[in-house]
Antibody, heavy 117, light 110 residues
């Protein structure tokens, strides 16, 4: 059974940093691209970033470019999102999802990030 | 900045058929955008329904189907059931490694 478990969310002040993790199991992690998607409270889904299998190809939404860094450790079956210079508008539930065949087959349950003073 | 458009809300009667659409603020959606569709109920993670325009994700019943209708991607639900009441999102591949979600459609079954 595919499982994705996000962690690392919490309350952080504006300008602060946070690192999210997504622990994967039940599939060959190294064979899948992985994506972060976020959802602000009461709002729709927003694509944030993707990393492909080798870890060298990464892409970002304009809203996070230069502030967020996606990475992966295939030896630990774990995806990361380093978030710096956080803003109030980054407040959201952050989901990780598998990425292959141009879609997101499996999703984690999400972790809440709240940026507030 | 390209915007992906969806109807904010839609309603369907139980047993009825409804088609939700996914368009672009500028231009037409084609299969080259690899449209996919996701269902989300409150408090839950999204669930994949359709990918690459018209391929059902594993375990998705065949009353969900995808297509291109005119200049938009479309998700059709045939024989709507009460538990189809959810938010539905499309996402398009915009090229250069980036994706954009639509704003979502809130579907009511009544």
């Amino acid at each position: 059974e595919v499982q994705l478990l996000e962690s690392g969310g919490g309350l952080v002040q504006p300008g602060g940093s946070l690192r999210l993790s997504c622990a994967a199991s039940g599939f060959t992690f190294s064979s899948y691209g992985m994506t972060w998607v976020r959802q602000a409270p009461g709002k729709g889904l927003e694509w944030v970033s993707v990393i492909y299998t080798g870890g060298t190809s990464t892409y970002y939404a304009d809203s996070v470019k230069g502030r967020f860094t996606i990475s992966r450790d295939n030896s630990k079956n774990t995806l990361y999102l380093q978030m710096n210079s956080l803003r109030a508008e980054d407040t959201a539930v952050y989901y990780c999802a598998t990425t292959s065949s141009y879609y997101y087959a499996y999703w984690g349950q999400g972790t809440l990030v709240t940026v507030s003073s | 900045q390209t915007v992906v458009t969806q109807e904010p809300s839609f309603s369907v009667s139980p047993g009825g058929t409804v088609t939700l659409t996914c368009g672009l603020s500028s231009g037409s959606v084609s299969t080259s955008y690899y449209p996919s569709w996701y269902q989300q109920t409150p408090g839950q993670a999204p669930r994949a329904l359709i990918y690459s325009t018209n391929t059902r994700s594993s375990g998705v019943p065949d009353r969900f189907s995808g297509s291109i209708l005119g200049n938009k991607a479309a998700l059709t639900i045939t024989g709507a059931q009460a538990d189809d009441e959810s938010d539905y999102y499309c996402v398009l591949y915009m090229g250069s490694g980036t994706w954009v979600f639509g704003g979502g459609t809130k579907l009511t079954v009544l």
